[in-house]
């Protein structure tokens, strides 16, 4: 299961959720849902959220499999 990693990115960033919600196309009300927890962001959100964060996708969630594993898992 991935852990998304958005409040992370905030926080590093000192990003407030105002501040990311003028940079998403989605409204506050939807932003703070998936915040909470309260809603699955779609792969299109994700996007979104990276691009208003600038930074790329692949940073947004944290797999409990490493890069270098699922390299090996897809070469059997």
């Not at 996007?47 to 897809?74: H, N, T």
């Amino acid at each position: 299961m991935a852990k998304i990693k958005i409040q992370e990115i905030m926080k590093l960033k000192d990003i407030k959720v105002r501040d990311l919600t003028e940079s998403v196309p989605f409204s506050r009300a939807t932003t703070y849902r998936i915040l909470k927890g309260q809603k699955n962001p779609t792969i299109d959100d994700l996007e979104e959220f990276a691009k208003g964060l600038k930074v790329p996708l692949e940073d947004l969630y944290e797999s409990e499999y490493s890069r270098d594993k699922i390299k090996k898992l897809s070469q059997h």
